[in-house]
T-cell receptor, first 115, second 111 residues
């Protein structure tokens, strides 16, 4: 069964450094999402992406965050200047279509640790 | 914004006991999805409920959507150690149907 893949599985970065998290959504999916989950807390929506542009973003997704689909397969999340509070598990998800009947398929996540 | 509350937050059961988690919303939901997240894992889609009063079963799991479409429940009959994890209800909303997550219910099962 096709899967969403995320790399790296764990990223350790110094505060203030830029970090890029990578995702390869399922190949025939059109809608992409980033979520984050701080340890022990709920999953929080960051951003949704369709047709090469952001369709919705949360308050968390400020100017330090950006997303890109640089080619036909990758979907990246960039944090320009990381802060300690950015430490979390970041999940990428994709759906085949944007209607609410489609399940979202999640990758295994990238654990981001900011020192 | 739209929020969901899940209760209980934690549940500890003996293997073989039943388990139920409840999901409540202040607003009427168009649909609701349930996900399971194993410790250290990622959320995995379980089911979607759309119709008022809908009941769906997956083996030992029974999912229900309330008549007013403001609440939902997940019931597990005769829990097993493989049921361990956090169960999230997640209605979808927004422009591209982002998932709106509750805190989830963490289930621990003693063998």
């Amino acid at each position: 069964e096709p899967e969403v893949t995320q790399t790296p599985s764990h990223q350790v970065t110094q505060m203030g450094q830029e970090v890029i998290l990578r995702c390869v959504p399922i190949s025939n999916h059109l809608y992409f999402y980033w979520y984050r989950q701080i340890l022990g807390q709920k999953v929080e929506f960051l951003v949704s992406f369709y047709n090469n542009e952001i369709s919705e973003k949360s308050e968390i997704f400020d100017d330090q965050f950006s997303v890109e689909r640089p080619d036909g397969s990758n979907f990246t999340l960039k944090i320009r200047s990381t802060k300690l509070e950015d430490s979390a598990m970041y999940f990428c998800a994709s759906t085949k279509a944007g209607n609410s009947n489609q399940p979202q398929h999640f990758g295994d996540g990238t654990r981001l640790s900011i020192l | 914004g739209q929020q969901v509350m899940q209760i209980p937050q934690y549940q500890h059961v003996q293997e073989g006991e039943d388990f139920t988690t409840y999901c409540n919303s202040s607003t009427t939901l168009s649909n609701i999805q349930w996900y399971k997240q194993r410790p250290g894992g990622h959320p995995v889609f379980l089911i979607q409920l759309v119709k008022s009063g809908e009941v769906k079963k997956q083996k030992r799991l029974t999912f229900q959507f309330g008549e007013a479409k403001k609440n939902s429940s997940l019931h597990i009959t005769a829990t097993q150690t493989t049921d361990v994890g956090t169960y999230f209800c997640a209605p979808r909303g927004g422009n591209n149907r982002k998932l709106i997550w509750g805190l989830g219910t963490s289930l621990a099962v003693n063998p």
